[in-house]
């Protein structure tokens, strides 16, 4: 018989009130609907398949159950622990496009979950990356994201060897993870500041001694992931000032510990935003402009307000 674990905090809506992925079945619990009216929901919902969702700080629910496949593969993520599965990776895949942290265990008790069950503050470019599946027209016309077919490919796609080539386990998918939750933007931001070094280094170690990596301007590494990622075509001369700016708000933090102005902070979250865009390229998936990265960094090297 095969093996079956509760999921929490994760939701079931439509297309995926079912959702397979990779040999595992998700499934919703049959109260899943007073489940998820427990978890934390930042503001008041009136509509969709849950009906009334009032705001309140919540807790972990376990919202459905996910049945096992018979064999399990290895995770394509380096986790670091002998135990880890391609669960795992399919779980960390299911939080940064669901927007909360999504856990299994095989008892349920929410005593002893440390893990914030909060909506994620940023992220939402990359949740919003998957395609849309529609039904219904004119007035009624309805449209979701395809979180159990969008998932499934993004697991097959980090599983290929050509994207093992190049990104080496993905461990900047944990930091991404990181930086998508709930905290100060300073840590979100240092956190995918890290994201880009990283990256630099994955696509040009071949090439490049560590050492002479580690040494060069790092205005030049966020120039390389600005165009390779199609942020931009080509560097402009406000595309310079933008990252000279960057750098500066960069350099301020992590030296006095703290941003200087609101601008700073302004900054940040463009950073952020642009960072959304790059992983969402990196899974394979056409970046969503609903944060409007791309005019907002116009806008930033032009010296206006964002």
Known sequence: MSKTLNVYNLKFEWPD??????????????????????LPHASDSLGGPEGVVRACNGTHAATGIVILPEEERAPALKWGRPDATELDDILLLLSLFTQRRVLVFEEEDTQGIIADPRE????????????????????????AQAISSGVAEVNESIRSDEWQSTYHGGHFLFLFFSACHRQIVETSFLLCWTIWEHL??????????????KNMNVREKIRFILTEYGLRDKISKHDEKSVNRLTLVRHRLTHDGTFEKDDD????????????????????????DVFSPRERLDRFGRGELL
């Open 120 to 143: 994620f503050h940023y992220g939402g470019t990359l949740a919003l990356s998957l395609p849309q599946i529609q039904r219904g027209s004119g007035w009624e016309t309805e449209y």
């Open 265 to 288: 902070i302004k900054a940040a979250d463009l950073f952020i935003r642009l960072t959304e865009f790059v992983i969402a390229k990196i899974l394979g998936l056409e970046p969503s």
């Open 200 to 213: 630099f280094r994955l696509h040009n170690e071949h090439w490049v001694s560590r050492g002479t990596l």
């Open 17 to 38: 009130e079912k959702m397979l992925i990779a040999g595992y079945t998700f499934m919703p619990k049959e109260d899943y609907l007073d489940r998820y009216k427990q």
